[in-house]
């Protein structure tokens, strides 16, 4: 296959009709690009698109927004890849800035739904912390490192000691998991992509924008969008895990309230496109730039830069780098942490927030089992538990 056969018109339009439709988050979308790109069109085979769908899940960032932007590159160059991410992303995108806008305008009126809300997200956490669980942390070594990680980063409440726990379960899996590793076949295909000055180049972004990210205090110029990046940098294991690295840093920082955090995270749940949209509306609500709408771009293309940067580095070096033992066994470790992470974030502060009384528990049990045993679609559930908010007032 050759990678002009498309126009980038072309490939935008077909990631913008995804991104209107696709809704159940990453494990539905890679479902429907398997449906669009290798069943329908046949832009790659079934063990190509197999192989991305690996190193994406591989390397920090939002896995189905990444392997969106492998299959756009694969198709039509980076420009493919970038037109790619733009369609996939902005119906999402401009549907949470304009939810920023609307609870802004709401004002006080809103606080019965913000409370559905985060009613919601207690449901859609658990049910994250329970599906990431059982895939991620399968053994009780796993389950150790998880729990480990929870009471740490509980314990001491800090964004740097979230990073701290990653690297120790990097360290914990390297020691634990190497002989557990098993080599695979090769990708072919990829080593072209992009020639060495560009790799050297993305990584090299990478490594120095996530050092400026670090290096940024909470109350400088331009922190709104550090945050993001360095969160957008420590995401392994799924979207959801997003949700305690932006809080630790947006939150105590002053930029956002807590019940307007966890308001704009549920509501995230109910769109189609990826849930690290979320940044629209935190750097839309924050209302540190005027207009407004201009930090929630900015925001919005701070998170999803750095797993971007990191894909354009390793995708043509996947066959050198991907039997490393060290790298599959820290990996294990790392997947193990983030759930610890998320674990923690919901009992703190999903759960403090969300459940006040009885009823709020009531809710939150029917919307859990609505998503776990009925397979009640999220976005129908969060709309639910927004609307019952007013009820319950």
Known sequence: ???????????????????????????????????????????????????????????????????????????????????????FTLPSALLMIAFAYGLTAIGDGSSPLIHGLLIAAVAVVAKAVL???????????RILIALVSAALVMLIANAYMQIGVILLGMGIGNALFRNSIQDKPALHGSEHLASRRTMLLALSGFGMLLLLSLLT????????????????????????????????????????????????????????GPLFTLSAFLGTASQTTTPQWIGGIGALLAIFLPGMLLLIGLLPLWNQFRNQTWAQAGLTGANAAVVGLLLAAFIHPVWSHGIQRWPDILLAIVALLALTRFKTPVWLVVLSCGACGFLMA
């Open 1 to 87: 296959m050759t990678t002009n056969q498309t126009s980038l018109f072309g490939i935008f339009l077909i990631y913008l009709r995804l991104g209107c439709l696709s809704f159940g988050g990453p494990a539905a979308h890679m479902g429907f690009f398997k449906e669009a790109f290798v069943n329908r069109r046949q832009w790659l085979s079934e063990a190509h698109y197999a192989e991305l769908l690996a190193l994406c899940q591989f390397v920090p960032g939002p896995s189905s927004s990444q392997l969106g932007f492998a299959i756009g590159w694969h198709r039509g160059g980076l420009l493919g890849a970038c037109v790619a991410w733009l369609g």
């Open 131 to 141: 599906d990431l669980g059982k895939k991620l942390c399968p053994d009780g070594p």
């Open 217 to 272: 205090p909470p109350d400088a110029p331009g922190a709104l969008f550090a945050m993001h990046y360095r969160a957008g940098a420590m995401v392994f294991g799924g979207g959801h895990v997003v949700l305690p690295l932006l809080h630790d840093s947006v939150v105590p920082s002053g930029l956002l309230s807590e019940s307007h955090f966890l308001a704009g995270y549920s509501g995230a749940q109910a769109l189609p």
